[in-house]
């Protein structure tokens, strides 16, 4: 071992030493080895600058250094190696999302990072190899900023990346706008594309050839063929066309209305004469389906459009549990006039237990539960998995859940395991300018939670012959 290594082995282990006491003085900042989501990651950096100050085999200079080492090994840690023109720009974009607010983005080179990104410009600009690259990060997942594929660098590039194994590779403008949808910068920091089955990459931009004709240009012309949109090319994706009166509300018969306040499930010893409820058992091979309503905004349906379903299933005679994760702003609740009881805050505080969620569902009737959301809007805390746990026990003894879940759900971390165990997600949208305009920027958004493109449906809710054709929403959305 020369002096370098062993001078790097001995800063890591007083970046592990400075983490060890980390733990024992902050043991609820934890879950595993890594900081929990509810953590303030500047803080917990003042922290370690503050324990290895205290340490005296720490010289001075050190400090900086070792506390990022800490940092980096109690945090998902991604080294940007770019070149410096867009170096800052894209420090500060990837920060500034929310789903990476506990990741430890850094452009100083280290030796234990999680992920490490290279641009193509960076390897040509420091003479790097690909082939070196496994050598120098050989636990870490790469991925490759390629450029523009009009390049034709990048075509060769890309066929050069590919011959050493490597598949994450993005392409397109970089920060400014994060990669060429659907496989952009953010989405391969969080997926392989395996993982996704995501789209092949083209290996090189197509070269024009020159025409030669005698005919003149005008007669030569040909009309391309249409691109389709994407939801178009996917099966069981069709716009759902649903016409209902604007109001927040699906309108149901007067006199249930008047029932009175639903407290919890009370015993009857009324016999039923209706269909026995279906179990998940009997209807889906033991799991049920999880059906998710969200938007990008309020007002457009989606928590009325995710009763509606779930109202409809339960006189069809199907067990349907509806889950309200609309936890900022939980309506389900007031809708069936469920009043003082706690709701899924419980689950939050207390550990896990198939029980406890039976108990904190409220029974509509014989084919309807409710899951109801916090009764005080507190934004409950979720331990990683729980939610999984949760949904995973509601799986087994409902054929269908329902999930309302809050505009912008994207920058909610807690619904992350929600929608990775989504089958079906319906994304409400309008007739508005907002929803033609807005629904090309969030639809990747999906993908990013971990929804593949097949799973995603619309729905157009309002519906008016009058105002905006449908087919241009379905196209800002599919493109």
Not at 277 to 292: C, M, Y
Not at 391 to 408: H, K, N, R, Y
Not at 443 to 461: H, R
Request: net charge negative; with cysteine; aromatic share 8%.
């Amino acid at each position: 071992m020369n002096w370098e290594q062993f001078e790097e082995e001995r800063k890591q282990q007083l970046a592990n030493q400075t983490v060890e006491k980390l733990k024992n003085q902050f043991p609820e900042w934890f879950n595993g080895n890594k900081l929990g989501p509810a953590v303030n990651i500047e803080e917990a950096k003042a922290c370690l600058s503050e324990l290895a100050k205290q340490n005296p085999e720490i010289l001075p200079f050190e400090q900086e250094e070792i506390t990022e080492k800490a940092l980096g090994a109690i945090t998902t840690s991604c080294l940007l190696l770019v070149e410096k023109e867009i170096a800052g720009d894209l420090l500060t974009a990837l920060k500034s999302l929310a789903q990476f607010k506990h990741w430890y983005f850094t452009l100083k080179n280290s030796n234990y990072p999680d992920i490490v990104v290279f641009s193509r410009k960076y390897l040509n600009q420091q003479n790097l190899s690909l082939s070196k690259i496994r050598t120098f990060f050989p636990k870490s997942r790469v991925i490759l900023l390629a450029g523009n594929l009009g390049d034709r660098a990048t075509g060769e590039f890309i066929e050069n990346a590919q011959s050493y194994g490597f598949n994450n590779i993005v392409t397109g403008d970089v920060p400014n706008t994060p990669g060429d949808r659907p496989y952009t910068l953010p989405v391969a920091l969080m997926y392989d594309r395996e993982e996704i089955g995501c789209w092949e990459i083209p290996a090189r931009a197509p070269v024009e050839q020159p025409v030669v004709s005698k005919i003149p240009v005008k007669n030569t012309i040909k009309e391309l063929p249409r691109r389709e949109p994407l939801l178009n090319t996917l099966p069981d994706n069709k716009v759902e066309y649903i016409t209902t009166e604007k109001e927040d509300r699906p309108a149901i018969p007067a006199q249930k209305l008047q029932t009175p306040v639903i407290k919890r499930e009370e015993k009857t010893s009324t016999p039923d004469t209706r269909q026995q409820p279906i179990l998940a058992s009997q209807a889906f091979n033991t799991r049920g389906k999880l059906i998710i309503s969200s938007s990008t905004k309020g007002g457009v349906g989606k928590t009325t459009i995710a009763i509606t379903k779930a109202v409809a299933l339960a006189h069809a005679g199907i067990k349907t549990c509806l889950l309200d994760f609309n936890l900022a702003a939980p309506d389900i609740a007031t809708f069936f006039k469920i009043e003082g009881v706690p709701g899924i805050e419980l689950l939050a505080a207390n550990p896990f237990s198939p029980s406890l969620v039976m108990d904190v569902l409220v029974k509509v009737n014989e084919y309807l539960y409710v899951l109801p959301g916090p009764m005080d809007t507190t934004n409950p805390y979720f331990e990683d998995g729980k939610v999984g746990k949760i949904l995973d026990f509601l799986l087994s003894q409902f054929p269908v859940l329902i999930a309302d879940t809050p505009p912008e759900f994207w920058t909610d971390e807690r619904l992350k395991e929600l929608f990775e165990r989504a089958d079906r997600v319906y994304s409400i949208l309008t007739q508005s300018s907002f929803s033609e305009e807005e629904a090309k920027d969030y639809a990747p958004q999906y993908i990013m939670c971990g929804v593949k493109p097949d799973q995603i449906g619309l729905i157009l809710n309002m519906y008016d012959p009058e105002l905006r054709d449908p087919r241009k929403i379905e196209a800002s959305f599919s493109s």
